[in-house]
């Protein structure tokens, strides 16, 4: 099973920006798809981002649209996320997973350990 690593987390002022870098993708079919997700305090976790390795479709959900964008880099099998205008409701841990694309992300089994975004006001 891969294992999944997210990294890029940090403390970061309202406004600022971060980039979190995945790896450990397995991509093992023609639809596979890496996704960034988030959990806060006492609630499960909710999808932020995703997008397909081969084709590169994204998808984002509606509190982060216009402010994260996703990207991968296909050589050395990283996905990163890069958080713009961030805000302190964006404070959670992010953790990537492996997944597909279904003309929607899917979540597959596959999670890494998360890194911590703390965005301070």
């Known amino acids: 099973q891969a294992e999944m690593v997210a990294t890029g987390g940090g403390l970061v002022q309202a406004g600022g920006s971060l980039r979190l870098s995945c790896a450990g993708s397995?991509?093992?079919?023609?639809?596979?798809?890496t996704g960034w997700f988030r959990q806060f305090p006492g609630k499960e976790r909710e999808f932020v981002a995703g997008?397909?390795?081969?084709?590169?479709?994204?998808y984002y959900a509606d509190s982060v649209k216009g402010r994260f964008t996703i990207s991968k880099d296909n050589i050395n099998t990283v996905v990163y996320l890069q958080m713009s205008d961030l805000k302190p409701e964006d404070t959670a841990i992010y953790y990537c997973?492996?997944?597909?694309?279904?003309?929607?992300?899917?979540?597959?089994?596959?999670w890494g350990q998360g890194t911590q975004v703390t965005v301070s006001s």
């Open positions: 997008i397909r390795w081969s084709g590169g479709t994204t």
């Open positions: 397995r991509r093992a079919f023609v639809n596979s798809a």
């Open positions: 997973n492996d997944g597909w694309d279904a003309g929607e992300y899917r979540a597959g089994t596959d």
